[in-house]
């Protein structure tokens, strides 16, 4: 059965029982998408300023908390999905991956800028 935009969702993601985003639908026919952002991967070029984290077995999977150590907002989640090409933080990052974390003056420059 398609959604309202005619996509056609898939509840199959493999996720725990206990895990709270269990109900969520994924549509396939977007992975490659990053929907309608008024930026993308380009967006924050690499600098000097920029550091690098690897992703720890409790953070696998979990942009939002990982935007929460690293920026002091779980709200900066699409920030790193964004600069390290992550289009589903359902497969991604995964234990080990080294992300690139764009220093949070480049952000805050990058919006001001929209």
Request: charged fraction near 25%; hydrophobic fraction near 40%.
């Amino acid at each position: 059965m398609a959604d309202v935009k005619g996509f056609r969702p898939d509840i199959r993601l493999g996720l725990a029982r206990t895990s709270r985003f269990r109900g969520t639908l994924y549509y396939p026919d977007l992975e490659a998408s990053y929907g309608r952002w008024p930026f993308n991967k380009d967006t924050f070029e690499p600098r000097d300023t920029d550091t690098y984290y690897t992703v720890q077995s409790v953070e696998a999977y979990r942009l939002e908390l990982l935007a929460y150590k690293l920026y002091g907002s779980a709200f900066m989640w699409w920030v790193l999905a964004l600069v390290n090409d992550i289009r589903n933080p359902f497969t991604g990052p995964k234990t080990g991956d080294i992300l690139r974390v764009p220093d949070i003056s480049q952000v805050f420059t990058v919006l001001h800028t929209l």
